[in-house]
Each structure stands twice: as structure tokens, then as C-alpha cells.
């Protein structure tokens, strides 16, 4: 079995590759051979220590994937060999509300991930691909894909006619604005790069703004919905992008808290969700009813995930980087056979 593993410290250049022996399935578990794996900002946040500086090591990382079970162990029914799955990122969380056991569950940290040819997991850890996607897009669908489903539908309710903000272009950026776009809503996009903000207007989306230009952004996204504001915007800035995303949102509004590329700590007034009404939803990707509801919306709706970049499994380092420089438009993705 191929691996990838931080060794003995943290950072990219301890990312090492390795060998093992091939796992067998226990009873309830299922074994999948992996096809391909696709990152996230955890994950580079992860491998460089700045995630969980105390996480245990050694650790393969990574959470999103897809693969074909091989084999099953003793009692499961789920799935039967040839089956094509992508495992869940919070491997206990199945329905409801999260919980601190539900969460301590998540791969790539503190649980082995994905950044290997093969795993074991249990079988209620893993839902079917949908059929209509290829290996390289299933990979995209456990954390990026299902935290946009989780932050729009599952906790925000999105709706026809609905106004959304999402900020950026990366992974669960883009599979917001599909999904924004697919549930009938109107969804204005925000990047530093104009050549990104013509993609995402062939994507569907109503406006785009470029921040670099417009620091003031937060106010004109205001103006642009007549003053009234969005109904939600998905945040992935962070302490750095708050202030705007709360100018922009309406009374009664929605800003869902899903990432962290703008920072973590900032002075900020809590005067605009007081006297707005403003509620502030934290995501963390979310649980297998969402991820099941989820593929049958993409079926229905015939959407694919969009990908950057395929890279081969002994250029991972590679993939890493290129996540890090954020040139990606969509998702990066590692091949693992």
C-alpha cells in the first residue's frame, strides 16, 4: 500500500512517502482502494502544523476521496465489493447535531486520511458516489462539496429568489456558487483575480466584484441588492473578511463561518449582528444524511465539480503547493493509482 505521512515534525517537507502492508477489513468494515484525493485548506493547515500543533504523529493526511470497495469484512450489508464510495469526513456523524465523540472522528486529523491507495473504515463511514461523476469529481465531494450543501440548505435554507454572497474561488466557493445557482438564487462572487471572475459569471453567477479594487466591498455588495442586503453569505475569510461580510448581509441575514484564509483573530464589533439580527453559523462540513441529500440534488441537477489541476501521487508535495499559492480555481486533485 502507498502512502503519504508527516513523519516525525510538521511542514511540507516532512510530507514523506512510504509503503505498508495492504489493511484487512474487521468486522462491519469495508476496504476501498482509492482512485483519487482531492485537498483542502485543513489539510495544508494540518501538514504544517498550524491546524492542531499537537496533533499526534505520524499522520496521513488529507479527508476528501473516492475509491472501490475491495473487500468487506464480517456483518456488512452496505456495501458489496465493486461498489464505488467516498468516505465521510466525520466518520461517526450520520444525522443530527454534532457532538464532541462525532467530532473527534474526522480524517486526516486526528484520524488517518485519505492520502494513500488504500483504507479501512467502517462501513456507515461511507456513502455511494454518484454515478454521473468521474473519480477526479467524486474525490471533491466529502468536504468541500458538502460543506456548501451543509452551509446553504441543511443550515441555511437557501430558497428561490434568494440573494447569496460567496467570497472566493476555491473549492466549497465554487460548489456554492453551482449549488446557489441550481436552487434558483442569485449569487454575486468576490476574487482578486478578473480572469476568475469571468469563470464564475459562466458558472451562473448574477455579479462578481474584484476586492482588490473594491476594499469597500461589503457596501456595494449592499447597493447592489438595493440596499436591502444578501440573505446569505458563505465566509470563508475569516476575522480578515468579517467586517465586510456584515455590511453586505441584510437584517435577519445569514453569514456562514466555514474557513479561515483571511486569519483567525481581529478587532471586531458585535454592534452589527446585535442591532441587525444578524445570525453567525459556524460549519463544519456536516453528516452523512446531508452528504446522501446532497448527491441527489447534484443527480438531479446534472453537476459536476469543477477541478483545477490533476496531479499524479508521487507529485503530491506539488499539489500541495499549488493549493498554497491559491492560483486554483475549484479543486486540486491527487491521483492515487
Not at 480524517?107 to 483504507?119: E, I
Not at 457596501?219 to 467586517?243: F, N, S
Not at 474557513?259 to 453567525?280: E, H, I, T
Not at 452528504?291 to 500541495?320: C, G, I, Q, W, Y
Request: some cysteine; aromatic content about 4%; overall charge neutral.
Amino acid at each position: 500500500m502507498k502512502r503519504y505521512e508527516v513523519t516525525e515534525a510538521f511542514g511540507l517537507e516532512n510530507l514523506t512517502p512510504g509503503e505498508g502492508p495492504r489493511p484487512e477489513p474487521g468486522p462491519g468494515e469495508i476496504r476501498i482502494a482509492l482512485s483519487a484525493v482531492s485537498l483542502n485548506y485543513r489539510d495544508l493547515l494540518m501538514v504544517t502544523g498550524q491546524y492542531n500543533p499537537r496533533q499526534p504523529l505520524p499522520l496521513v493526511p488529507c479527508s476528501d476521496g473516492v475509491g472501490t470497495v475491495e473487500a468487506v469484512g464480517p456483518g456488512v450489508t452496505r456495501f458489496v465489493p465493486g461498489d464505488r464510495v467516498c468516505p465521510l469526513f466525520s466518520q461517526r456523524w450520520i444525522a443530527g447535531e454534532p457532538t464532541p465523540e462525532r467530532l473527534r472522528s474526522t480524517l486526516g486529523g486526528p484520524l488517518d486520511g485519505t492520502l494513500r491507495s488504500h483504507m479501512t473504515l467502517p462501513a456507515e463511514g461511507a456513502v455511494a458516489a454518484p454515478e454521473h461523476l468521474s473519480d477526479a469529481e467524486a474525490a471533491c465531494l466529502p468536504c468541500a462539496a458538502l460543506t456548501a450543501w451543509s452551509a446553504l440548505v441543511t443550515l441555511g435554507d437557501l430558497t428561490a429568489g434568494d440573494t447569496l454572497l460567496v467570497l472566493g474561488t476555491g473549492g466549497v466557493s465554487i460548489s456554492a456558487l453551482q449549488l446557489g445557482v441550481a436552487l434558483g438564487a442569485r449569487v454575486i462572487v468576490t476574487s482578486s483575480s478578473d480572469a476568475k471572475l469571468e469563470r464564475a459569471r459562466d458558472l451562473g453567477a448574477w455579479q462578481t466584484l474584484n476586492y482588490r479594487r473594491d476594499e469597500a466591498w461589503g457596501k456595494t455588495v449592499r447597493q447592489l441588492t438595493g440596499g436591502r442586503g444578501v440573505d446569505q453569505v458563505l465566509e470563508v475569510g475569516g476575522a480578515g473578511t468579517l467586517e465586510q461580510s456584515l455590511k453586505a448581509v441584510r437584517p435577519g441575514g445569514t453569514v456562514s463561518v466555514i474557513g479561515v484564509l483571511a486569519g483567525v483573530k481581529a478587532p471586531l464589533s458585535v454592534l452589527p449582528v446585535l442591532m441587525q439580527q444578524v445570525r453567525l453559523q459556524g460549519v463544519l462540513v456536516g453528516h452523512r444524511d446531508g452528504f446522501e441529500a446532497m448527491n441527489r440534488a447534484l443527480a438531479a441537477n446534472s453537476l459536476h465539480p469543477v477541478v483545477d489541476r490533476v496531479f499524479p501521487f508521487d507529485e503530491a508535495r506539488a499539489a500541495f503547493d499549488h493549493l498554497a499559492s491559491a492560483r486554483h480555481f475549484g479543486k486540486v486533485v491527487i491521483e492515487t493509482t
